[in-house]
């Protein structure tokens, strides 16, 4: 057990857990889903600093695409990791909870963070998406379209910039204004996940938030989003008190 504090002598074990590399490529992932501060420490810590041990990289990529979304389009995983806004993490580095030895400064993270994905997603072999044939236009009603942004690139994830949006907004109790199968909800965001439809097998990022206004059912409760049907997003400065644990 790698244990660098000073009672090291009395915390010596044999533990059964995961390998490292998959342990990062679940902080790969994680990054994606809810942007806390102790996944892109450990991230950077074990694979830039960390000599108790060496980690194998390209396992590490390999792995996080095999358990997510991203495995048939790693190039798009690649992107929505480089677009991570970095200085959401910055008030919460003080935070950490590390040896002293361990801890460095925010400054390396923004210095190495880019420079670590593209190192790792250049060990394999990405292949290029063929050009389209034809792309749809959407045209939405002007009282919905001011102000907002289409966001989606793909209909199974988020982009970078929709999931910044929402997880930036959860995590400060705001709510967010959607467009969502062309009506306008005003929504308390409380997480994000993958997952895999037992029905067909088809795996989808879903969005959990407490739908206010009632959309077309009319209904106000918690509420499944699908990311397809999310036409446009934005944040507001309409503050909530939470009903369920904020999960980002």
């Given at each position: 057990?790698?244990?660098?504090?000073s009672?090291?002598d009395k915390?010596?074990?044999?533990?059964?857990?995961?390998?490292?590399?998959?342990?990062l490529?679940?902080k790969l992932?994680?990054?994606?889903?809810?942007?806390?501060?102790?996944?892109?420490?450990?991230?950077?810590?074990?694979?830039?600093?960390?000599?108790?041990f060496?980690?194998?990289?390209?396992?590490?990529?390999?792995?996080?695409?095999?358990?997510s979304?991203?495995?048939s389009i790693?190039?798009?995983?690649?992107?929505q990791?480089?677009?991570?806004?970095?200085?959401?993490?910055?008030?919460f580095w003080?935070?950490?909870?590390v040896?002293?030895?361990?801890l460095?400064?925010?400054?390396?993270?923004?210095?190495?963070?880019?420079?670590?994905?593209?190192?790792?997603?250049?060990l394999?072999?990405?292949?290029?998406?063929?050009?389209?044939v034809?792309?749809?236009?959407?045209?939405?009603?002007?009282?919905?379209?001011?102000?907002?942004?289409?966001?989606?690139?793909?209909?199974?994830?988020?982009s970078?910039?929709?999931?910044s949006?929402?997880?930036?907004?959860?995590?400060?109790?705001?709510?967010?204004e959607?467009?969502?199968?062309d009506?306008?909800r005003?929504?308390?965001?409380y997480?994000m996940?993958?997952y895999v439809?037992?029905?067909?097998?088809?795996?989808?990022?879903?969005?959990?938030?407490?739908?206010?206004?009632?959309?077309?059912?009319?209904?106000?409760?918690?509420?499944?989003?699908?990311?397809?049907?999310?036409q446009?997003?934005?944040s507001?400065?309409?503050?909530?008190?939470?009903r369920?644990?904020i999960?980002?």
């Amino acid at each position: 057990m790698i244990h660098p504090y000073s009672d090291s002598d009395k915390c010596a074990s044999t533990l059964r857990c995961q390998k490292a590399e998959e342990i990062l490529a679940s902080k790969l992932n994680s990054l994606l889903h809810r942007q806390k501060v102790a996944d892109l420490f450990d991230l950077l810590y074990s694979i830039l600093f960390a000599k108790d041990f060496s980690v194998n990289r390209l396992e590490v990529v390999s792995t996080f695409l095999k358990k997510s979304i991203y495995e048939s389009i790693a190039n798009s995983a690649k992107q929505q990791l480089l677009g991570i806004r970095l200085e959401t993490y910055k008030p919460f580095w003080s935070t950490l909870v590390v040896p002293i030895s361990s801890l460095f400064q925010f400054d390396v993270v923004v210095a190495n963070f880019n420079q670590l994905i593209d190192n790792l997603f250049s060990l394999i072999s990405i292949p290029q998406p063929p050009k389209p044939v034809f792309a749809h236009s959407y045209n939405f009603p002007r009282s919905f379209s001011s102000g907002y942004s289409g966001f989606y690139s793909s209909s199974s994830y988020f982009s970078s910039d929709a999931r910044s949006t929402i997880i930036n907004a959860g995590r400060s109790q705001k709510m967010v204004e959607l467009i969502y199968d062309d009506y306008e909800r005003l929504v308390e965001p409380y997480s994000m996940e993958y997952y895999v439809r037992k029905r067909d097998g088809v795996g989808q990022e879903y969005f959990w938030g407490y739908d206010t206004s009632g959309g077309k059912s009319g209904r106000q409760s918690i509420k499944m989003f699908i990311c397809d049907k999310i036409q446009s997003v934005r944040s507001t400065n309409y503050n909530f008190t939470p009903r369920y644990a904020i999960e980002f």
